[in-house]
């Protein structure tokens, strides 16, 4: 692939796009296909009614220096500091999160004795007989005993991802949550660590106008203006191949068929639709593998209040199984230029699987369903949502770590490194639950690989216990 000079890029999230910028700068043909009808992926922002809304909330940062100083160069000049608060919200109480010690005195006498019994216990138990690390409920439970990991851990991840925590794998915990036990919290609350995992990172970088869709489009700006072309509005339909080559892309764009044929191929789509648009010659093992991973869905339900704030934080867990939304996001703490004067706009998430009951919901039944969630919690009235609200859904939204998913990765990843001028990477493409920052990380390691003809793994990026928070 070292004389290949032209490049295809599947997909226009963040991976995508950081990939094709490395490329046009260094004087590639660059083609970005995209089915959205602008780029950004979940990285997306829009407009509704003067407000402007992310998918969710995002916060962008790295412990590279490099990496966000290049997350500067992209916004050019539109970027500001924001100082993170994000709390859970459970029994009418806020905590912090990430966890602090403080946050066990919040709770009752009786708690608070069986949080640190069943801590002490928990350790008696695992230095008899070791705790195998072996699901995501043993992981916790084996750290912090079973009332925290039921409090703060297991009830949050069993309502967003709809299934028992003893199915889904350790790997989640041990990428998500930094605090591996209950002395290590101790510690970390009374002394400032000196390799402050990200978790614990509160400055973070959010554009001042825009939202975080203005980092995607600033993505395309470099790449147009360094003679890349962005096509959206394009579905990849097939990929053609001899041998070990991918010879032709096809993509369908206004009712048209149109065929691309670059020298190497970047996907950032999700696996599971890249595998079988490579047609017959994929072994049935591959497509089994294929059938055996797993996506959540958002449901996002935007709520339009009259009011100038709802919660000082920048997103809420709300852990409580009751409650159909899992977690709530103000852009307006993000940036004030989101929201008109004097009013706010409240992002309710509700993980879903495509075809679902709240998948299927009709958006007016969704949007009182979230209202009356807050107004439950006694975060709101509903009688503040004057001006309404409105709906959007993401079907590939969490990669599913269920105890199966690592063995079916595998096989796709190694049966797509038979094809010599094709690499997969980022958050769809290698079925991976990572950050904004790792996504662009994937994307830039893929182009240097290419460039550099350098050993480069791209595919260990956010692959280990990466304490993401």
């Not at 859970?88 to 009752?108: C, E, H, T």
């Not at 696996?271 to 055996?292: F, I, Q, Y």
């Not at 919660?311 to 867990?317: A, E, G, K, R, S």
């Amino acid at each position: 692939m070292s004389n290949a000079r032209s490049v295809t890029v599947l997909g226009g999230g963040l991976a995508g796009l950081s990939a094709a910028q490395k490329f046009t700068e260094a004087g590639w043909s660059v083609t970005v296909v995209e089915s959205r009808a602008e780029v950004g992926g979940l990285a997306s922002s829009y407009e509704n009614a003067g407000y402007t809304y992310d998918l969710g909330p995002h916060r962008l940062y790295s412990n590279l220096e490099a990496l966000n100083d290049h997350f500067k160069m992209v916004l050019d000049g539109n970027w500001d500091y924001r100082d993170r608060l994000s709390r859970i919200y459970m029994r009418g109480a806020f905590f912090d999160y990430p966890l602090k010690a403080s946050n066990v005195i919040q709770l009752s006498p009786w708690l608070i004795f069986r949080s640190f019994f069943d801590y002490m216990a928990v350790r008696v138990r695992n230095a008899i007989s070791p705790i195998p690390d072996d699901n995501f409920e043993n992981w916790i439970v084996k750290r912090f005993g079973r009332t925290l990991y039921e409090l703060f851990f297991g009830t949050y991840t069993r309502k967003a991802w709809g299934i028992p925590c003893t199915q889904i794998s350790a790997d989640w915990a041990a990428q998500r949550i930094s605090l591996l036990s209950l002395w290590d919290t101790v510690k970390k609350t009374l002394f400032k660590p000196k390799n402050v995992p990200r978790t614990y990172v509160s400055r973070f970088l959010y554009p001042k106008t825009g939202g975080i869709g203005a980092l995607s489009l600033g993505y395309r700006r470099l790449i147009e203006k360094d003679g890349g072309e962005v096509i959206c509005g394009a579905r990849v339909t097939k990929l053609d191949s001899e041998g070990a080559r991918v010879t032709a892309v096809h993509y369908e764009k206004d009712g048209r068929d149109h065929v691309l044929e670059p020298d190497l191929v970047v996907s950032t789509i999700p696996l599971t639709m890249l595998v079988p648009m490579l047609g017959e010659r994929v072994p049935k093992e591959v497509h089994d593998a294929v059938d055996g991973l797993i996506h959540k869905g958002i449901v996002f339900v935007y709520l339009m209040l009259d009011r100038e704030t709802l919660t000082p934080d920048h997103w809420v867990y709300i852990p409580e199984e009751h409650i159909a939304v899992h977690r709530i996001s103000e852009f307006t703490n993000f940036s004030r230029e989101t929201a008109p004067a004097g009013k706010t706009m409240v992002c309710a998430e509700i993980t879903a699987t495509v075809g679902d009951n709240y998948w299927n919901m009709a958006d007016e039944d969704l949007i009182k369903l979230a209202a009356d969630n807050l107004a439950t919690l006694k975060l709101l009235d509903p009688t503040e949502v004057r001006d309404g609200g409105f709906v959007k859904r993401v079907d590939y939204a969490y990669p599913i770590y269920d105890l199966t998913y690592r063995g079916h990765v595998r096989s796709l990843i190694d049966y797509l490194r038979t094809y010599k001028n094709m690499l997969s990477t980022g958050r769809q493409g290698l079925f991976r639950y990572g950050n904004m920052d790792h996504s662009i990380a994937m994307g830039h390691a893929v182009a240097r690989r290419i460039l550099e003809d350098s050993a480069i793994d791209h595919e260990q990026i956010a692959a280990g216990d990466e304490y993401f928070g």
